[in-house]
T-cell receptor, first 111, second 114 residues
């Protein structure tokens, strides 16, 4: 079945360093969503990308959708302690009725 | 507060028990979902209700039984669970026609099956 692979599984950074997580799909996606889950919390919607090559920014967060609509990335500039959590991508594939989730990338800030 | 309330927050049950998870949404949405979240795995969609009708059942074992009495409430009835069913169970809602993939999640029920 259709899968969305997300890498890395974990990323340890010093506060102030950048962070990037990547999602790759085996097939073309209609759109892709990004969610953030804080430790002990629940997923919270961040953004949706729909267009090929689309780039959206939210303050220090930059989201990209690949030209072929098969991959996406989330980049955080100058991480802060409030960025800690797990970032999930979730895409809509051929079926068009069910989100296909990545396994998440856990952002850990080194003390 | 997301507008989606789940109870209980934590549940410990034996394999022979029967329990129910409850979800209530105050957002006026018309679709509700049950997801299972296990460590290091993608979220697993269990059930979808749209306009109170079940539209998706992803080969979930019959020991999980959903109920959606109206568009604001969703239940997950549990019986004779297995230890591998221990996980975080998340309820979510969305507005199916206008923004179907913007899900609002509840805080989840952390379930432990002994």
């Amino acid at each position: 079945g259709q899968q969305v692979m997300q890498i890395p599984q974990y990323q340890h950074v010093q506060e102030g360093e950048d962070f990037t997580t990547y999602c790759n799909s085996s097939t073309t996606l209609s759109n892709i969503q990004w969610y953030k889950q804080r430790p002990g919390g629940h997923p919270v919607f961040l953004i949706q990308l729909v267009k090929s090559g689309e780039v959206k920014k939210q303050k220090r967060l930059t989201f990209q959708f690949g030209e072929a609509k098969k991959n996406s990335s989330l980049h955080i500039t100058a991480t802060q302690t409030t960025d800690v959590g797990t970032y999930f991508c979730a895409g809509i594939g051929d079926s068009n009725y069910q989100l296909i989730w990545g396994a998440g990338t856990k952002l850990i800030i080194k003390p | 507060e997301t507008g989606v309330t789940q109870t209980p927050r934590h549940l410990v049950m034996g394999m022979t028990n029967k329990k129910s998870l409850k979800c209530e949404q105050h957002l006026g949405h018309n679709a509700m979902y049950w997801y299972k979240q296990s460590a290091k795995k993608p979220l697993e969609l269990m059930f979808v209700y749209s306009l109170e009708e079940r539209v998706e059942n992803n080969s979930v074992p019959s020991r999980f039984s959903p109920e959606c009495p109206n568009s604001s409430h969703l239940f997950l009835h549990l019986h004779t669970l297995q230890p591998e069913d221990s996980a975080l169970y998340l309820c979510a809602s969305s507005q199916r026609e206008y923004d179907p993939w913007k899900l609002f999640f509840g805080s989840g029920t952390q379930l432990s099956v002994l």
